[in-house]
């Protein structure tokens, strides 16, 4: 792939995420030739995917060039390409663009989601896990009420207009609320010909609480508002199928929809060479030190959400998600420069800044550190959170400009189909 | 379609372009029914497409929701359809979601790219009018520079870097100085290891003259800024054919390159029923009387690119742009209310308040009424008669923010390839 060896020794990295950035900007200006892969040319920023859903955010306003991130560092290289094999005897990769040989490789290739192996779900449920998929849910859930207005028969209109979130983690509570914000303040404008209160947000969670990584009391106050927001929230309900229509659970609960989203689970995003079973945690995660370094393999290093390090205050990895991902990113950066001087390596420690989670309009979760809140001011700080860990000063500021306009006139402009997806509504009609 | 006879009179309109919008928002309040149909559920505002297929604006911030427009009218309806048939002796439409009745029928339906009837080149060259194809063009181009790190052909990586721009009309000229801006100030930053100054813009115009429809002074000016940007400007040249590969033109000159944007010609989007001989004039537009009601059809009217009102001052008929549409959209959504009152119509006539171009950063030619102007002035009036018409005051604001911020920066931050282009390089191989 026509990258020249210097006499620096070449660290290869696979994924340009939270991990991947924090980790080549710490690289930057160093005695190294990096090379950072990715199969888009663009970072994503994750947390606020699901405001490109709905209409809320622009997609390009929460992406970043990669080659970007790199200007100014001599000796960096980006290559848009997927790597398809790790070869750790050769120290080689295999790409869709050609061979590439490393001295050091760090893996950050994130997690995707993670069906647990039913084809039947994956086939027909949406996904929301990048802009891509973000926008084919927009595109659907637009199209459903544009179809909806055109059937005469009862129960296509109810599946049409009967949303079903599966997964009560961050994603799923935030995309619920702010659909069920969509269906207060938009629908009855847009569609004044459609009786869009009975449109229904039915948020699905496996378990007894919402947030389950998050403390009870903002798992209580979570659903609180969603309730309040009118989403019918069901803990202790496991999904089994879906075959496009019906959506199954383990009791004698089902859904008649057209629209299933699947939030209720992510796996390591592991690559062909590395998935030997004692490497492989739970979650499809890589086994790592407490240097990030994957076992049996020290010129191997992968963090974020693919690596498990696990530890006593962390017995199954570090949770999965932006922070420990930008740690991982800096202290493996600083770690291959000390490899380098022959400097012992410094162990990985996780400073947890605590989570937060939005639920709509004034509402939201934190539990920081030291304090635990919930309401207006939990919002405010997820805003200002969201606006500082977002890369680019343009992206910055339009996403703010955005928020304050749908703050202050209750709307969500970027409701387009711009390139529609393509279901077969046929199949609901008699 | 599920919509209801009322009692008031239903006026169709096909089209929520610049022309519909108008017309549509003329009618509110009024004693009819509307319907506006269009295939997508936004208005494109097609003067910047160019910005965004060279990343320097997001897609959502040109698209406006048509549904929006008409919040807050009533007996107003909007249906995501295509119109397939027109049957005038019915007052029916044939439609892809069912069939629907008029009393007044307005096409408003614009215009489509014109290849003139070469098979050849409407397969392989990019038109850009439409959002999504304005995407596919910026996927497009991001994607040859990516591969043309990866090739070690001198002919491919020409080909690569070799963009061809076929016609000097508005569209061309801005899109050819957007380009070699982006080839001045971004691609040595992203491309270091790539020597993008072998990257090369050309610009085909088969006239004699860029901006023929514009004054000589600012035809000359935008030529003189174009070649002041390093863009090859060909006059006289007319483009017969386009392999995918190599651009052949009626004498001896052809380029070899991997990207042909087709910006040499528009025609009207008829629809089917209405595309009787003596009812279409030159560039396949409806000929109209005075009061854009289409020969021998005084309850259908057209208005803007598809129709062609030829008078002693126009005698092809208006330029196929927002303007003539805009006001014919208002001109007949009075005649409409004066028809119902039994009131005689008003003629149609158009004030023409000019026309401009920009070519890029302080270079833009605008003719005014009374004066011509070229250079920064002209620039900063073109920006601010943009976001004066553009729909919508987010979109302004996002605009506005995104052009300070390039402005500033010499940058475009939205190169992004969101959803590739599949384009086949391998034919590039030897």
Redesign the interface.
């Known amino acids: 792939?026509?990258?020249p060896r210097s006499s620096h020794p070449r660290i290869v990295i696979i994924g340009g995420g939270f991990g991947g950035i924090s980790l080549a900007k710490k690289l930057g200006k160093r005695e190294v030739q990096v090379v950072l892969l990715d199969k888009?040319?663009?970072h994503t920023f994750q947390p606020l995917l699901y405001q490109v859903s709905t209409g809320g955010l622009?997609?390009?306003?929460i992406?970043?060039?990669l080659?970007?991130v790199l200007?100014?560092y001599d000796n960096f290289?980006f290559?848009?390409a997927e790597v398809t094999e790790i070869l750790p005897e050769k120290k080689t990769l295999h790409t869709t663009?050609?061979e590439l040989t490393y001295d050091y490789l760090v893996i950050a290739t994130g997690s995707k989601t993670n069906f647990f192996g039913n084809t039947e779900l994956q086939e027909h449920a949406m996904a929301m896990k990048s802009?891509?998929q973000s926008?084919n849910l927009r595109s659907l859930i637009?199209?459903n009420f544009?179809q909806a207005?055109?059937?005469?028969d009862y129960h296509e209109r109810e599946a049409l207009m009967n949303f079903v979130i599966v997964g009560g983690g961050p994603t799923g509570v935030e995309l619920a609320g702010a659909l069920a914000e969509i269906k207060k303040g938009i629908l009855p404008?847009?569609?004044p010909?459609l009786d869009t209160r009975r449109a229904q947000i039915n948020l699905v969670q496996g378990g007894d609480r919402l947030l389950d990584a998050m403390s009870e009391q903002a798992s209580k106050k979570a659903a609180d508002f969603l309730e309040k927001l009118g989403v019918q929230v069901w803990k202790n309900v496991r999904v089994t199928g879906y075959d496009g229509k019906t959506v199954t659970t383990q009791n004698d609960l089902s859904f008649n929809t057209a629209t299933l989203v699947w939030a209720a689970g992510v796996m390591g995003a592991t690559i062909k060479g590395l998935e030997a079973k004692k490497l492989i945690a739970a979650g499809n995660r890589l086994n790592v030190n407490e240097f990030n370094q994957v076992d049996g393999h020290p010129e191997i290093f992968a963090i974020g959400d693919i690596a498990c390090m696990q530890n006593r205050e962390y017995p199954m990895g570090h949770p999965m998600m932006a922070q420990p991902a930008i740690q991982q990113g800096r202290n493996v950066g600083e770690n291959l420069i000390r490899l380098l001087a022959n400097k012992p390596l410094k162990p990985f420690i996780y400073r947890d800044k605590g989570s937060m989670a939005t639920v709509g309009r004034n509402k939201a979760v934190c539990d920081l550190k030291q304090i635990r809140f919930q309401g207006v001011f939990a919002w405010f700080v997820w805003m200002f959170v969201h606006l500082f860990f977002l890369i680019?000063?343009?992206?910055r500021?339009?996403v703010f400009?955005?928020w304050v306009?749908n703050y202050i006139?209750f709307?969500r402009?970027?409701?387009?189909?711009?390139?529609p997806y393509k279901r077969d509504y046929d199949q609901f009609k008699n």
């Open positions: 792939m026509n990258i888009n040319n663009y622009e997609p390009d306003s992406a970043y060039p080659r970007k200007i100014g290289f290559r848009l663009i050609g802009i891509p926008l637009l199209e544009e207005l055109l059937t005469d404008k847009d569609y010909d680019g000063f343009r992206n500021v339009v400009v955005n306009y006139r709307d402009e970027a409701r387009l189909i711009i390139r």
